[in-house]
């Protein structure tokens, strides 16, 4: 159950930090020292911080101003080494006081005491309202980047520390959020041991801001038919075909009708027991439209690599980044995030 927390919170917060650009240490360093001891969980929150921006960096960097990135990216290496080195200093000094509580025993150390002191600091200034309005000058971003790079080496935290420092910097905002629901119904319509055969409606609500580019602002009924077929080796093959029909929300611009097709490989490589990655999946997914009834209609076709598991008590996870192959004007690329839950 441990683990299970864990990769949940590490999986939902570096979800939402994409969107916020801020936010990952401030959640994610206090879940972690429930659980391990505080210089510890500052390590671990740093492994989440990399792979994080690593897979941003995949996602948006050729959106990132170098100039920037490099004048605020030096100085912040250099003073989290400094930060790390304090907080392997305080970690050494040995307890100051211990106390009984529920029949265990508990410490203060040196290393709590700071870090406990900067969270409640850090926590004071985000509720502070003109902490909100705080703003740098762009000369100011290597002094920036040093401060931010300290204290996210000594306590995890420095998010806000950036994002003052940066929000005069000249940075686009790119669009970001969440975009229209879907509610999908299934039917089984023929089960056999190597095959699936099955229909579906799917529902689109137009929750995502359509002056974004996060939602279409139409109201959809989507029917189609899917199918499943055992490659053997753990090897599958996934297959769908179906309409996109508009009930609300329609201008003369929007097709009468968009035509839906895709087919996936996937890979599983765990079995359906074992604990929280049961029957962990790796998947290659083209999907394809067609819009019918446009003066253009136009085609696009998508590549979405990703991955999905269950982590137990049939609710799956099911990340993924989805790239245009034709079409490449509808997007550059969009990131998936669904859970799912068996019934």
């Not at 029909?245 to 027991?273: E, F, R």
């Not at 394809?288 to 076709?301: A, C, F, P």
């Not at 598991?309 to 969009?334: K, S």
Request: hydrophobic fraction near 50%; glycine fraction near 10%.
């Amino acid at each position: 159950m441990v683990y299970l927390i864990i990769c949940a919170v590490a999986l939902v917060v570096s979800a939402l930090t994409l969107f916020s650009g801020f936010g990952l240490g401030t959640l994610l360093m206090p879940t972690f020292a429930i659980f391990f001891p505080v210089e510890i969980a500052i390590a671990t929150t740093a492994i989440v911080h990399l792979a994080n921006n690593i897979f941003k960096l995949a996602l948006v960097g050729k959106m990132a101003d170098f100039r920037i990135v490099l004048r605020f990216a030096i100085p912040a290496s250099i003073m989290t080494i400094a930060g790390a080195l304090l907080l392997n200093y305080f970690a050494n000094i040995q307890p100051i006081a211990e106390y009984h509580l529920a029949g265990k025993t508990f410490t203060i150390t040196a290393v709590k005491l700071v870090v406990a002191f900067l969270l409640a600091i850090f926590a004071i200034l985000e509720l502070y309202p003109r902490f909100e309005k705080l703003e740098f000058h762009p000369k100011y971003i290597p002094l920036g980047g040093a401060l931010s790079g300290f204290f996210g080496g000594l306590s995890g935290q420095q998010g806000a520390l950036r994002s003052a420092f940066l929000i005069r910097a000249g940075l686009k905002k790119e669009s970001f959020g969440f975009g229209d629901t879907s509610l999908i119904t299934r039917i089984m319509l023929l089960e056999t041991r190597n095959t699936t055969l099955l229909s579906f409606l799917e529902t689109t609500l137009p929750t995502g801001d359509e002056d974004r580019g996060l939602g279409s602002g139409l109201t959809m009924i989507s029917p189609g038919i899917g199918l499943w077929r055992d490659l053997g080796k753990c090897y599958a093959l996934h297959g769908f075909f179906g309409l996109d029909i508009p009930i609300g929300g329609k201008d003369d611009d929007d097709p009468d009708t968009t035509v839906v097709y895709g087919t996936a490989l996937t890979k599983t490589v765990t079995s359906k027991d074992t604990p929280y990655f049961g029957n962990l999946t790796f998947f290659v997914e083209f999907n394809g439209s067609s819009d019918i009834g446009t003066d253009g209609d136009t085609t696009m076709v998508s590549i979405l690599p990703g991955v999905r598991w269950n982590l137990g008590h049939e609710f799956w996870l099911m990340p993924g980044i989805e790239f245009p192959v034709i079409g490449r004007d509808e997007f550059d690329n969009r990131v998936w995030l669904s859970v799912l839950k068996d019934f």
